[in-house]
């Protein structure tokens, strides 16, 4: 048989072409565009839910009146659309879909059971659908169509062009609001959050936010004539949320009204967050104003990580379903890469290409990757979350969460390498292909050496013998040297001027000078004389001594070997400096000394043996200068080098609040010492630097599992 006949016959069409299967009356068949491409939806009126049909389907569905069979409208679809009719494969698909979906009457002889039998458990699998996601389970609990369709009216006239100009407005003035107490509402934000009595609040105030959330959706699709017809509560994260059935924006033709509807839940959300930041604000601390703090938390937060974000299954994703022309994105992304595995690493012909335009390919795969890893992403985030409060919970949601993710479509995988009939002739091949990437991933996972490194954080450091200070206040009058150029020891770099300690030396000479010819004078004339002479000599000698040490801190010298490091010499000159300024550095012969500090998690690996250090400059990013490891700390400590480490001043190390005005660190780390080479005479003293840790090399598996045991003990202070 050709590849054409298999694909457009199928081995199971003799159980169904002998039946003859009616839409039932409550069905509709609204007429959709999607890029260009014509297809139709099938829409329950009763229960909103709805099934896509091609043109090619759709020719065969609307000729389902009860009186003709499946092999009569199949064959009526080739006369009419020639090539580009529907497969069998496909007429049993849709026909399976929708007798589960009770969209069509069959009566259905003995032959048929097996192909219906999917249809008959739609209903168990969307019951077990609502449990299946951890982090979302679903409770249907009532109609709410009627309800809405009494209280639209109140709401009609804020959905219209100029309610929306009015909602710009608003809003608008909220982010300046927000903008101008930015400061005030963040300070403390994690310790605020999470305190107690803040997360009872925030517990009572997400199910509220929620509901007028969903209400939105709602009188958004009752503003266009469509039904609501599933109102319940989801548990995100174990807080009661309640949730509509939007499916009834399906019925809509025009691609911006279904997008509204996806988007109203974020639309009425942020009103209420301007609300609530005015109170916030005029409202003295109380009860009022932590519920106001709250709800401008959940209608930010949660939209923009949940709602919002079109890689999770929420509003978003709805909006840029529709914007795109793209419907059933997430599913047809899944489908889309497994037809790859199937057609291009399994060989399977007769699989289908859920791809309608040739420039959805790449959207499709990327959507499908992005989804997916940042699914992981939230869950990881949110089970940590979960655990660091409820251990025993946290675990028993990890165990769920990573059954779902891995194994369930591990399982799935498996029933389809043994079973799938796509495989027929290719099952050898697929399971030889597979059982290879197992092995190869196997191999790449735990055996194959990966390069181990770490990055950690530090300051361009330089030992106090090199730093270069003024030695009295005063104008600097002279500079000796230019950046760059090397010194020995004693050299002069600049001359500090003070004319009041250069009088007091040369009033000190004269006077000693003077004693001591008086002192001469009276030896040989008066030798009692000469000695109350020669104790004012001695003391106009000290203070001679006294104001010559005085001249010689008007002198920048070097206290050590190297190259001088300094700003721009020529400005020097005529610039005023107090004592103890800094006024440049001395680089060593063997370069500049990097402080790190490197974590108490990390330093196990440290001290293993570092092959290679590399160091980049915060300030030049672009250039990698090579260290030498010259002293790993004895011990942990807290207290920072240098507050460039702290996130004050841009780093990754929190201070500890109870120890203000301190650069003692809220965690331990160990300080190491790096020689760098080649770093120039420009390079700014203090200033942060990223150090790359090059530890040798060990299996992925095994570098993944000490990370993820940090984490966990990090985390969980377990």
Known sequence: ???????????????????????????????????????????????????????????????????????????????????????????????????????????????????????????????????????????????????????????????????????????????????????????????????????????????????????????????????????????????????????????????????????????????IAVIALMVWIEAEPGIVRAIAYNTVLITGVSTILFNANPLLRYDGYYVLADVAEMPNLGTRANKYVFYLIQRYLFGAKNTVNPVDRPDERWKLFAYAVCAFLYRMLIWVGIILLVASKFFFIGILLSIWAIWLMMGWPIVKGLKYLAKSPSLDGRREKALAITGGVVAGVALWLFVIPAPLATIVEGVVWTPERAELRAGRSGVIETVSIEPGERVTIGDDIATIEDPIILAEAKVARLQFQEAQLKFRAAVSEDPHLAELLKSEWEASARRLEYAESKVETLEVTASTAGAVIASNTDDMPGKYVERGDLVGFIKGEDGLVIRAAVPE??????????????????????????????????????????????????????????????????????????????????????????????????????????????????????
């Not at 069409?13 to 009616?22: E, G, I, Q, S, T």
């Not at 990754?652 to 760098?676: K, M, N, T, V």
């Open 1 to 271: 048989m050709s590849e054409t006949n298999e694909k457009l016959f199928s081995s199971q069409w003799y159980r169904v072409a002998a039946l003859k299967p009616r839409l039932r009356p409550h069905i509709n068949i609204e007429r959709q565009s999607f890029g260009g491409l014509t297809w139709y939806v099938a829409i329950d009126s009763t229960t909103g839910r709805s099934h896509r049909l091609s043109p090619a389907v759709h020719h065969v569905v609307t000729g389902m009146n009860g009186d003709r069979t499946m092999e009569t409208l199949w064959l009526r679809a080739h006369e009419r659309l020639g090539d580009d009719a529907p497969s069998q494969d496909d007429c049993i698909q849709i026909l399976g879909q929708m007798h589960g979906a009770d969209m069509v009457i069959c009566h259905t002889p003995p032959d048929f059971r097996e192909v219906v039998s999917r249809g008959r458990t739609q209903r168990r699998k969307q019951a077990i659908a609502r449990f299946k996601n951890p982090l979302g389970v679903r409770i249907p609990l009532l109609d709410p169509d009627r309800f809405l369709e009494k209280t639209v009216s109140y709401i009609s006239p804020l959905l219209t062009p100029f309610g929306f100009v009015l909602w710009l407005l608003f809003v608008g003035y909220g982010i300046i609001l927000a903008g101008m107490h930015y400061t005030a509402f963040t300070a403390d934000f994690a310790d605020r959050v999470l305190a107690a009595d803040n997360l009872f609040v925030l517990w009572l105030t997400f199910p509220v936010v929620k509901a007028l959330h969903e209400l939105g959706h709602g009188y958004a699709i009752k503003r266009w004539g469509g039904e609501v017809h599933e109102m319940g509560i989801m548990f995100l994260v174990f807080i009661p949320v309640p949730y509509v059935d939007a499916a009834g924006a399906n019925s809509f033709r025009e691609k911006w009204k279904r997008a509204f509807v996806g988007a109203a839940g974020i639309m009425t959300e942020l009103p």
């Open 601 to 718: 998690n990390e330093i196990a690996l440290v001290r293993r043996g570092i092959n290679r250090a590399k160091v980049r400059l915060a300030s030049d990013p672009d250039r990698t200068y090579r260290a030498i490891v010259k002293r790993v700390g004895p011990a942990s400590t807290r207290e920072l080098p240098n507050m460039a480490l702290s996130k004050e001043g841009g780093g990754r190390y929190s201070l500890d609040p109870a120890a203000q005005g301190s650069g003692r660190a809220l965690e331990s780390f160990f300080d190491i010492e790096l020689i760098a080479e080649e770093i120039d005479h420009q390079t700014r003293i203090g200033g942060r630097a990223y150090i790359k840790l090059e530890l040798g090399a060990e299996p992925l598996a095994s570098q993944i599992y000490r990370r993820a045991r940090q984490v966990f003990l990090e985390r969980l202070n377990v």
